[in-house]
């Protein structure tokens, strides 16, 4: 094709046609020019195609992520929420002196409150793909990028709250395990987990209820646990589902 074009060309200026010449070359740096934009104009088609594919591979991935966040998030709420219960029904026994209790009752509870600690662990793979490989400008959906540009500093400060939590419960944790006998406990509940057997220590297990000092560390833990549910968790929980919305909404 080329050597057709030159040949014409030739042809002209041999003949002493230089204002066809000039015409016909004019003509033909336009054809040149059309087919190179043509050309670049399939290849950005193939490449929009290439990513519209990532995209929804890459949305699909995430939604299974996000649907497993919601549920884990659903379980460590509920263990906080037995936490908070649990502690506000020990609250009622602490004092100067202790009043008529059921040591099973009693027992049950403070092996519940120090039993779980409510800790939000989050599926992160496909997001931190998406981040550290660059695909975030994959997707097309700019309020979507923004979300998950802003998912890892949400969690950790879910998580500074949590740790602040742990630690309210770890110093009356101090307490229970200062004054009073674990094994023991264990063994009056009947706890599955351990089949505790009797211990032969003999001492008042509960006498860390008339320390006054637990019961201002037993309500700080409560005030914790709460701030953790109302201003982290719930928060959080709506975020996911904000994200999943917007994900949902982009798959074709």
Known sequence: MLKFFRKIRQNLLSEGKTGKYL??????????????????????????????????????????????????????????????????????????????????????????????????????????????????????????????????STLESVKRQEDYVVERRDLGHEFFLKQGNFRRHLNIINDPLLDAKPSRFKNNDFTFLENEEFESQLYLFIVASESLKQSFYLPLRSKITDIIKEIESQID
Not at 27 to 45: D, K, R, S, T
Request: glycine share 6%; hydrophobic share 45%.
């Open 23 to 152: 015409k016909y070359a004019f003509g033909e740096i336009i054809l040149v020019v059309i087919g190179i934009l043509i050309a670049l104009q399939i290849n950005n088609w193939n490449e929009n195609r290439k990513n519209r594919l990532l995209e929804q591979q890459l949305l699909k991935a995430l939604l299974i992520e996000f649907e497993t966040n919601l549920v884990n998030l659903d379980q460590v709420i509920g263990f906080n929420d037995s936490n908070i219960k649990n502690s506000i029904s020990l609250g009622q026994y602490t004092g100067p002196s202790l009043p008529e209790f059921n040591e099973k009752e009693l027992s049950e509870l403070m092996v519940g409150i120090f039993k779980i600690e409510p800790r939000f662990m989050p599926s992160q793979g496909t997001v931190m793909e998406v981040i550290n490989s660059g695909k975030l400008s994959v997707l097309s959906d700019a309020k979507l990028r923004k979300a998950l540009s802003d998912w890892q």
